[in-house]
RNA sequence: GGCCCCAUCGACUAGCGGUUAGGUCACCACCCUUUCAAGGUGGCGGCACGGGUUCGAAUCCCGUUGGGGUCACCA
């Protein structure tokens, strides 16, 4: 083990989006295989044909590459140790069990679900831990079924399932990575089934071997799968392997504190795709939500490449984690600080045609489409938005003419004279040569000035003439952008509109 | 209920025997300012409880409480 490239998986089951834990689990295995040097692997566990979801794999594996998390193997991009689903796999899975069955680690059980749910029944009833009673285990493994019976149902066909024999009171041992020494009694738990009577394995048996041939050095996954660490690490031994390390990382909450859910909230990778958030700030958030690189650091924006320099699994937390958006949201806002105007432009290109073809604009195309124009807009708008789209739709005056005006904003600076004002205002901007920010501030000023008037009361009236909103960019650099035109046709038309409040 | 895991501000967390218990988000106030943001300054707010160990515990041990996970022919 030691010398050998660190392996790490995400292995999901295909049975719909992607969790946002699903996602952490993944990253974290992403981020340790690269910090080591070593490989990441996607592997899909679809041994439950009847939750199996059309397309789940494809929509897994885009979602994980949009978070900038991309595999070396899986099942679409290939490698040595395929294939890398586990449905595929069935011949495998098949010769370990008859190994297991031959070395009397396993054995055949022939009990209906019905059968095995009244037995529960029975048990809870008698206030005892509900557990497989043991009905097929051989005579020749310690238990009471002849042979003989074995047999005769095999002959007659009927359906069974394969159980791991579980030995008595043995002490099963491991050092989590996080977590440090666990130790389990086998008394506690049950016979495992192994394969199931349609031929599939379970999960615990597929992985295990798989991840043995698959050659994992590290398994990083969620608790939930703590407790079933004594199956998994029984049957390594059964088979005389050497067990890879584990790290099991603290679930993601609700605001609850229970596990992480749906109906209380987005729990979807894909959700919160959709409500505009990126995959910086996305992994960003769910990076640290259980990890951090401690040593007194104060940062708290990383980029993926300083997460790979900087990840440890040491450095994992025990506890859970609540998802908590506020901060995300505050992530997504520092991200849009920080992009380069280049690259928001592209990303708000699409939202801002669907848009145009929805509403029409007054404005000139090719202007409010340019890379100049947009830049601009971006520059003016990347302090105030908490998303990409929003450089649309929330700040939509650069593109489309105002449909309304901001009540609030109007009642409070409206007077009987501001309309007169403004149109007597509105030959001073006309003459403007140049329509630049500092042209048209000394312009209001120099208006305003010889009236005794300040120039709140001119500014704030043409802002929401030409926007339609009371709150807004630097109103000078606002209105150099809009340019002359759009300037003076929104504020005309305002002043017809606008009766002065009483 | 059995087994297992966990426990520092409302949230994410730093802390690994001696700190005025630090940072970030959120919230509040002030400053900056034409508005809204952004930014700056400050504030609010925490070691679940009880026993030990120790000269000294947020930190180590035990217990209690609380929370979570898991007990399927689901993963």
């Known amino acids: 083990m030691a010398g050998q490239r660190v392996r790490t998986r995400f292995a ?14 993944a990253l974290y295995n992403y981020l340790f295989a690269k910090k080591m040097n070593g490989d990441f692997i996607i592997r899909i566990e679809d041994t439950d044909q009847s939750r199996k979801v059309e397309g789940a794999q494809r929509n897994l594996i885009t979602t994980l590459e949009w978070a900038g998390i991309i595999p ?48 529960r029944q029975l048990q809870l009833k008698q206030g005892l831990q509900p557990k497989y009673n043991r009905k097929w285990l051989p005579e020749e493994m310690g238990g009471s079924m002849p042979s003989s019976e074995v047999r005769k149902k095999m002959e007659t066909g009927s359906p069974y399932v ?104 987005d729990v979807a990778v894909e959700d919160y795709i959709r409500k505009g958030y990126s995959s910086d700030a996305i992994v960003n958030f769910v990076a640290l939500l259980g990890w951090n690189e401690g040593e007194g650091s104060e940062k708290e924006v990383y980029s993926m490449q300083e997460l790979i320099d900087r990840f440890s699994l040491e450095r994992v937390g025990k506890a859970g984690a609540i998802f908590n958006v506020d901060k995300l949201n505050w992530l997504e806002k520092q991200y849009i600080k ?53 450089f649309v739709t929330f700040s ?17 600076r409206w007077n009987a004279d501001t309309n007169d004002l403004l149109r007597e205002f509105l030959p001073y901007l006309e003459s403007l040569e140049v329509f630049s920010s500092e042209n048209i501030e ?61």
């Open 12 to 25: 999901p089951s295909p049975t719909g989006y992607l969790h946002v834990g699903g996602l952490r689990t």
């Open 72 to 119: 070396d193997e899986s099942p679409e991009h290939g490698g040595n140790c395929g294939p890398y689903v586990q449905s595929e796999r069935l011949h495998i899975y098949a010769g370990y069990c008859q190994q297991l069955l031959e070395d009397r680690n396993a054995y055949y059980c022939f009990s209906t679900p019905e059968e095995l749910e009244e037995n």
């Open 162 to 265: 394969i159980r791991m024999k579980v030995p008595d009171y043995v002490s099963v041992w491991f050092e989590d990575i996080i977590r440090g020494p666990i130790e389990f009694d086998s008394s506690t738990i049950d016979d495992q089934v192994l394969m199931k009577s349609d031929g599939f394995p379970t999960y615990h048996f597929a992985s295990v071997i798989d991840d043995h041939l698959m050659e994992f050095t590290h398994i990083i996954r969620g608790e939930e799968w703590l407790s079933s660490m004594p199956k998994h690490l029984l049957l390594y031994e059964f088979f005389g392997w050497e067990p890879p390390k584990f790290a099991h990382l603290p679930l993601l909450l609700n605001p609850d504190r229970s596990k992480l859910s749906k109906r209380q909230g």
């Open 338 to 390: 920080e992009r380069p105007a280049e690259k928001l432009v592209q990303s708000i290109r699409p939202t801002l045609h669907t848009e145009l073809e929805k509403r029409g604009t007054m404005m000139p195309l090719e202007r409010i489409t340019s890379d100049e124009y947009l830049t601009s807009v971006v520059e003016l708008m990347r302090e105030r938005v908490g998303f990409e789209h929003e």
């Open 396 to 412: 939509s005056y650069f593109f489309f003419e105002p449909e309304s005006y901001e009540e609030e904003g109007l009642k409070k």
């Open 442 to 502: 000394t312009c209001l000023k120099e208006f305003v000035a010889p009236k005794g008037l300040k120039a709140a009361a001119i500014i704030h009236p043409l802002r929401l003439l030409t926007s339609g909103f009371s709150f807004g960019p630097s109103l000078y650099h606002m209105l150099e952008v809009l340019g002359k035109e759009t300037v003076i046709r929104r504020v005309l038309h305002g002043i017809e509109k606008i009766t002065v409040p009483a």
